[in-house]
């Protein structure tokens, strides 16, 4: 009995320190990382692209931004960022409907992924950019990129900003990176998303 209680008393030990390994394994994982060239695009003609413009330019991203480019624009380049908000004024000066619109960026992902690029899709605006019409557009795009960076609440904690700006109030981009299996940062205010690509695209501060 005695005998048999040691070997059982190893056994547990051994598993033990195979799950704790395997935690340690888990936890230290690379987490996802992109390269440039970068497009950044507009999904919806809202001020979000030129947003993540500001943004990309103070983490000294390499990148070209058009709000509705051609796919020629891709070719040479290794991320599409696709910046989803839906503005009626934005889409009527392009000439679009928000069909239109949500169908030429599916194929834009299409032709992304030809190239063999990686996509990052990213909603900055907030909760006052969510909506009938941004969400027709988050539904769509959100589960066909490899990251999501969203402005609003992480499940579980706090949020301290004002309540218009949490854009996950509901959980949608959780919901969906986690159907989806994308990883996702959320951020609390917008400009927080410079230190987000600075870590993405492994970029070091500038002294």
């Given amino acids: 009995m005695k005998r048999r209680l040691g070997w059982m008393l190893i056994v547990l030990l051994f598993v033990s320190a195979g799950a704790a390994v395997g935690q340690e394994a888990e936890e ?12 950044i695009v507009s999904v919806g003609q809202s001020a979000g692209a030129q947003q993540a413009r500001v943004l990309a330019i103070r983490a000294g991203l390499d990148y070209v931004f058009e709000q509705r480019p051609e796919f020629s624009i891709l070719e040479g380049s290794q991320t599409l960022i696709l910046v989803m908000g839906a503005s009626s004024k934005g889409l009527g000066a392009a000439g679009v409907d928000i069909d239109g619109e949500i169908a030429w960026a599916i194929d834009m992902v299409a032709r992304a992924r030809e190239l063999e690029m990686k996509v990052i899709a990213m909603h900055i605006e ?20 490899d990251y999501i960076v969203v402005k609003g609440a992480t499940p579980g904690v706090e949020w301290v900003e004002s309540e218009e700006a949490d854009a996950n ?26 230190e987000v690509l600075m870590d993405l695209f492994e970029i070091e501060p500038t002294e």
Wanted: no cysteine.
């Fill in 126 to 145: 907030g909760g006052a950019r969510r909506g009938s019409t941004s969400d027709q557009i988050i539904h769509a795009i959100a589960p066909l990129a």
């Fill in 28 to 39: 230290a994982a690379a987490p996802e990382t992109f390269a440039a060239p970068v497009v």
């Fill in 169 to 194: 109030a509901d959980g949608l981009f959780s919901t969906i990176a986690a159907e989806n299996e994308i990883g996702i940062t959320y951020i609390a205010k917008t400009l927080d998303g410079v």
